[in-house]
């Protein structure tokens, strides 16, 4: 019986278009995070294990410039996208909006870095290399991802990217030398993402027939207001996610900070790879599910809350016992000192797929947007209290151990928010069928 109920939730969740896009979403994700991950050797090899930690702490910085350009658009415009695909208006003013917006937000970035090539000592120290760096956020204005997630067609997109980033990355093995090459490193890096977005954004528009001419005041509006929730909670966020390596770099060396770069990356390639596709193939059906009926739209939700679940359970089981053949494979001998710190860490994919359901499939697809910047800020804030007791106290460790105690907080959070507000929703879905 309990096998029966399984195969059909299996099909009825997983289904044919939707199982395509996790695949592309997943081929996406292999390139942006596992190509990289792959040429690690080579660089190291090249610039070292304290070079590697400088060129990291660098893109660690520019990531939260990225989080800005991002603003909220990888699911409020998804989520409008896949509302309006049907009209081609709609639809042009939804794309031509959001890319504007975050072309001025481009710019607010390099201000941004302006200032902190003036105020902050690591930045004045190398500005070119942050300026390399920084070029990656002309490649995330352009590349429509939310454009084709909420059409729910990635398998061109994604194989467009893999093949321009593998190129990248003969690119980076073939000219990446000695020490005194890690600017160009992350030149080819960013270089590399442009090209692949431009190409893919001509396609989108020739393609789709979007109309930069197209006008609508009132949804153009409603794309940037219900981008700004995700946007304030994003960057609270990244307060638990990415600022790790960034005190790390205040209190540490550049090899430690280095070693636990590797680390994270290793990490959020597995993340990048499991509950990205699974959550980002998800959020449009399960927001068209929410916008018919909260009833159905729940039940689905705990269906797919449940085979996710075990499905990253899972993939923390092997992650953790084929760390040290990954770190060998991956990384180096240089390395092998990370493995302890990679197990510790083995329950992140569990526990950051499911606050994504959570957060992204619950609070999101309930289009509830308006109250993850209060959770994202009580998240934050706690998180960046226990990041600077923690790592002082155990280094590298601590800053796992700061991640893993606010994956958890968001889940328990989150889900008492949402047992308190489907109550709500469920008396007012009852009340307008009886009108």
């Not at 709500?424 to 009108?435: D, F, G, M, V």
């Amino acid at each position: 019986m309990l096998k029966k109920y399984i195969s059909f939730d299996l099909r009825k969740v997983f289904s044919q278009p939707l199982m395509v896009n996790v695949a592309s979403l997943g081929i996406l994700q292999l390139a942006n995070y596992i190509i990289p991950i792959i040429i690690i050797p080579f660089v190291v090899r090249a610039l070292g294990v304290e070079i590697f930690g400088k060129v990291s702490y660098a893109q660690n910085i520019i990531t939260y410039l990225t989080i800005v350009v991002n603003y909220g658009f990888e699911y409020s415009a998804t989520q409008d996208v896949a509302i309006n695909r049907d009209d081609r208006n709609k639809l042009s003013t939804v794309f031509w909006t959001t890319i504007r917006f975050k072309f001025c937000l481009l710019l607010i970035t390099f201000l941004l870095l302006l200032i902190l090539f003036f105020t902050f000592d690591k930045v004045k120290e190398d500005g070119l290399l942050y300026v390399y760096a920084a070029l990656v956020n002309i490649g995330f204005v352009l590349f429509p991802t939310w454009f084709f997630q909420g059409m729910e067609k990635m398998f061109k997109m994604a194989m467009f990217n893999f093949i321009f980033k593998a190129l990248g990355a003969v690119l980076v093995i073939l000219l990446i030398q000695s020490p005194s090459d890690y600017r160009i490193y992350l030149l080819l890096l960013s270089l590399s993402y442009i090209v692949i977005s431009i190409f893919v954004f001509f396609y989108v528009i020739k393609h789709y027939q979007l109309l930069p001419n197209s006008k609508n005041k009132e949804l153009s509006t409603s794309v940037i207001k219900k981008g700004f929730p995700i946007f304030i909670n994003n960057i609270f966020v990244s307060l638990y996610t990415t600022a790790g390596l960034t005190i790390i770099g205040l209190y540490l060396t550049n090899t430690e900070v280095g070693l636990y770069a590797a680390a994270y990356k290793i990490v959020f390639a597995v993340l990048m790879l499991t509950s990205m596709p699974v959550n980002t193939a998800l959020f449009p059906i399960m927001s068209r599910r929410f916008n018919d009926s909260f009833v159905d739209g729940w039940a689905f939700f705990k269906r797919s809350l449940l085979i996710v679940g075990v499905l990253s359970l899972l993939v923390c089981f092997v992650f953790y016992f084929s760390t040290p053949l990954i770190v060998k494979v991956f990384l180096g001998t240089e390395f092998l000192s990370v493995i302890p710190l990679l197990q510790v860490l083995s329950i992140m994919p569990f526990l950051v797929v499911m606050a994504s359901m959570f957060t992204v499939q619950g609070l999101y697809g309930l289009q509830l947007h308006k109250y993850a910047p209060f959770i994202g800020a009580l998240l934050g804030v706690i998180s960046l209290i226990v990041y600077f007791i923690f790592i002082p106290l155990y280094g590298v460790y601590g800053a796992a151990y700061a991640w893993i105690l606010a994956q958890t907080l968001e889940i328990v959070f989150v889900l008492l928010f949402l047992v308190i507000k489907k109550r709500e929703l469920l008396s007012k879905e009852r009340e307008n069928n009886e009108n």
